[in-house]
């Protein structure tokens, strides 16, 4: 069955000004509107980039209500694509590793974990293997910072990811509820 999103993007705070509706993929909103300050999810899972053609920063945002970038962790009004993510599995499994190509020390998650220290010793991740849903990795604890979207596959260290470094503080299983 194929997933449908419906998503609208504000160029002012609370949901005011001018607004543009998107249901699918939008290498570039630009052309729609000229900044975005809030951002309603009506159904799906999405994923908003800061620049065009789905690069730069990226944040995941599920059904909900952002009033502001800040809500969403943005550090600023510009998202110029966007992109629905297509698959929600009920199940979830992850492992992380504290050094690439899947050495060292090994940890699996099944579920959301807001503060990484609590469950894993390190603070760095330098591989992962998503054996089965959708995750995302958050620089810091309490899902904050850079976000990153892993789909099933193997990382096989940060830059995989798209992060620069291998700071990982929470991470998260997206969910389409």
Request: aromatic share 16%; with cysteine; net charge neutral.
């Amino acid at each position: 069955m194929e997933r449908t999103g419906k998503i609208f993007f504000y160029e002012d705070k609370n949901f005011q000004g001018h607004y543009y509706e998107c249901s699918s993929d939008c290498p570039e909103l630009s052309t729609h509107i000229s900044r975005c300050n809030s951002v309603r999810v009506e159904s799906g899972a999405w994923v908003i980039y800061e620049r065009p053609h789905y690069t730069g920063y990226q944040y995941v945002l599920m059904r909900g209500e952002y009033p502001s970038y800040q809500s969403w962790n943005g550090f600023s009004d510009t998202i110029r694509s966007c992109r629905l993510i297509r698959h929600h599995p009920s199940r979830h499994r992850i492992r992380v590793y504290e050094r690439p190509d899947f050495s060292g020390q090994m940890m699996e998650f099944s579920d959301d974990t807001p503060n990484l220290l609590d469950r894993w010793r390190f603070r760095e991740v330098h591989s992962a293997q998503v054996q089965e849903g959708i995750w995302v990795f958050y620089e810091h604890p309490h899902y904050r910072g850079r976000q990153y979207l892993l789909e099933k596959g193997d990382y096989r260290r940060h830059a995989d990811w798209g992060a620069l470094q291998p700071s990982v503080g929470s991470l998260r299983c997206v969910v389409d509820y």
